[in-house]
């Protein structure tokens, strides 16, 4: 599952492209301890239920499992269940509204398959190194997502979950800032504190999507600053400080994440989001946990990362661990670097 709460598919492709990942942590980390498998499912029994229905094409059970979690206006979670099936589906997902083009559930499910469906087109690669006729096809397909997506829009007006993977689509047919802004603030009319459509917007603004550092760490800080404690949106100080880490050369990037600042900054976003008693989750706080960890990891703040390592257990995300290497390697060495306390080579 390409879940990083909705950067999906754009943000695990698009990684590859910016940075050889592989020789940041991979090799040294396969010298360290034991790698920790990821579970897709993050523990949730509905999400296991939901991915077995997918792979029947069952249809019927799928939307029994969706629909309730629509009708409760609960669009964090129904978008990250449809996250985890988005590249599951195959044909059968891309085909749906065949059958039910007016069910706005289909629609939506259907527009993120296409979503996923388009940059499995494009692949991770660099752009240089994408063909035209990948590009072609990678945006035949999101437009026809975005055909679905409105229509969904459309037909269920209430609801939030279209315009999280039209924020997604727009980044990938480049419609501009101002284009993806509209799309995330349309969501957010919706959906507030819908913390994958934040982080579907702050990588719109990253500087490898035409973005700054400025731009995005600002993003997040007000974002921030605006929820209420215990709110899942201080994550995105951690995915901000991890891009910007990402962005950097070698060298550049430890002495950068490393710094008093980011440091005291990932620490006051923790304990308002992550480590706040006020913070409760609809979704599996996994990817949230994940993503302070490896930051306070990179950031040679140990005691911090053993905290959040012992809330995670043995549940790693893929992402961000796949932005140095396998995932399930890379999460072992750090939690192992963090339980010991002493500072760990970096990736």
Same mark, same amino acid.
């Given at each position: ?13 698009? &990684? ?9 942590g991979q090799s040294s980390a396969a010298r360290g301890p034991k790698p920790v498998p990821v $579970?897709?499912? *993050?523990?949730? =029994?509905?999400?296991?239920?939901? *991915?077995? !229905? ?7 059970? =799928?939307?029994?499992?969706?629909? /309730? ?27 749906? /509204?065949?059958?039910? +083009?007016? %069910? ?27 063909? *035209?006729? *990948? ?15 409105? =229509? ?50 702050? @990588?719109?603004? #990253? ?20 929820? +209420? ?23 550049? $990037? ?5 710094? +008093? ?23 599996? +706080?996994?990817? !949230? ?6 930051? &306070?990891?990179? =950031? ?8 959040? &390592? ?15 290497? %396998?995932?399930?390697?890379?999460? !072992?060495?750090?939690? @192992?670097? #963090? ?9």
């Open positions: 599952m390409s879940n990083l709460s909705l950067l999906g598919p754009a943000a695990i492709g698009a &990684f590859v492209a910016m940075r050889a990942i592989a020789n940041r $579970d897709e499912t *993050q523990g949730d =029994a509905e999400l296991a239920a939901l *991915q077995r !229905a997918v792979a029947a094409t069952d249809w019927p059970t =799928a939307a029994g499992i969706l629909g /309730p979690v629509r009708e409760r206006g609960d669009f964090e979670r129904l978008t990250w269940l449809i996250s985890g099936i988005e590249e599951l589906g195959g044909v059968f997902l891309l085909r749906l /509204p065949e059958k039910h +083009p007016d %069910d706005p559930l289909v629609l939506t499910v259907s527009g993120a398959r296409h979503v996923a469906w388009a940059w499995q087109a494009r692949t991770g690669a660099r752009a240089s190194q994408v063909t *035209q006729d *990948q590009f072609r096809t990678f945006h035949e397909r999101l437009r026809t997502a975005e055909e679905h997506l409105y =229509a969904a829009a459309e037909a269920d007006p209430q609801s939030a979950a279209p315009w999280v993977f039209l924020t997604t689509a727009s980044r990938g047919l480049e419609h501009g800032h101002d284009v993806t802004r509209r799309r995330f603030e349309a969501g957010v009319r919706r959906a507030p504190l819908h913390t994958g459509l934040h982080a579907a917007q702050l @990588q719109q603004i #990253c500087r490898k999507w035409g973005g700054s550092h400025e731009e995005m760490h600002a993003f997040a800080r007000t974002a921030r600053k605006n929820a +209420p404690s215990g709110s899942g949106l201080g994550v995105l100080t951690a995915y901000a400080h991890l891009e910007h880490w990402l962005d950097l050369p070698s060298g550049q $990037d430890a002495a950068y994440i490393r710094t +008093p600042e980011v440091r005291a900054e990932l620490r006051e976003a923790a304990q308002g989001s992550v480590l706040h008693p006020a913070y409760t989750p609809t979704v599996p +706080p996994y990817p !949230a946990l994940n993503a302070f960890a490896m930051a &306070f990891w990179l =950031a040679g703040d140990f005691a911090s990362g053993h905290d959040l &390592f012992q809330r995670i257990g043995d549940h790693p995300t893929r992402f961000p661990w796949a932005y140095a290497g %396998d995932p399930g390697r890379v999460f !072992a060495r750090a939690r @192992q670097d #963090c339980k010991k306390g002493k500072k760990g080579k970096q990736p």
